[in-house]
């Protein structure tokens, strides 16, 4: 079973604009990571937040993850139309290679 | 440096068939997962293998095998194939001790069965 849900499902902004989205668990997790998927291929690692962390950059890209609310957002700042695609969270139950567990996804569309 | 490679691109079958997916592993990288994804769907985990082993397991029935080769590549096999059997089929590789815990995904293999 799927246990991450982004919210919202799809999402469309102008560039330039910046964009959020949401993700919802339900059992403690070790990290939560994001991915994106361009047009049904492979995906591609965003960034990665551990269960102590509370916040991390990467470039345009800002995570939150609060885990009294078992919810994490990633924020996408100064949108460009590059960055239309799909975004998944994906969350571990354990340490090292353990199994991702994905949500159903949420499309973004950037027009320029 | 390679990423993870995957092959065939693309595979059309029929009910019934077998069929065999492959997938080179990053190089350095030591542990290979697979994934299925439905279309409009997000990843489901197959299983998982490391030094030859299937070190985990999702819920899927045992027409889905896999192997892991000394090289560390590894194939998927899924027999007697469905009708939902159709997915995108995504493997990816991971360096069990890696202090960064990523998985680092191939382009996939579309299955379509029909």
């Known amino acids: 079973s799927q246990q991450g849900e982004e919210d919202p499902q799809a999402l469309s902004i102008q560039e330039g604009e910046n964009a959020t989205m949401n993700c919802s668990y339900k059992?403690?997790?070790?990290?939560l990571q994001w991915y994106r998927q361009n047009s049904g291929r492979g995906l591609v690692h965003l960034i990665l937040?551990?269960?102590?962390?509370r916040e991390k950059h990467s470039g345009r890209l800002r995570v939150t993850l609060d885990t009294s609310k078992k919810s994490s957002s990633l924020l996408i700042t100064a949108s460009r139309a590059a960055d239309t695609a799909s975004y998944f969270c994906?969350?571990?139950?354990?340490?090292?290679?353990?199994?991702?567990?994905f949500g159903k996804g949420m499309k973004l569309t950037v027009n320029p | 440096d390679a990423g993870v490679t995957q092959s065939p691109t693309h595979l059309i079958k029929t009910r019934g068939q077998q069929v065999t997916l492959r997938c080179s592993p990053k190089?350095?990288?030591?542990?290979v997962s697979w994934y299925q994804q439905a279309l409009g769907q997000g990843p489901q985990f197959i299983f998982q293998?490391?030094?030859?082993?299937?070190?985990q397991r999702g819920n899927f029935p045992d027409r889905f095998s896999g192997h892991q080769f000394p090289n560390y590549s590894s194939e998927l096999n899924v027999n007697a194939l469905l009708l939902g059997d159709s997915a995108l089929y995504l493997c990816?590789?991971?360096?069990?001790?890696?202090?960064?815990?990523?998985?680092?995904f191939g382009p996939g293999t579309r299955l379509t069965v029909l």
């Open positions: 994906a969350t571990t139950h354990q340490g090292g290679s353990e199994k991702l567990v």
């Open positions: 990816a590789s991971s360096l069990v001790h890696s202090s960064t815990d990523t998985q680092y």
């Open positions: 937040i551990r269960s102590n962390e």
């Open positions: 190089s350095g990288h030591d542990t």
């Open positions: 059992t403690s997790i070790n990290n």
């Open positions: 293998y490391y030094e030859e082993e299937e070190r």
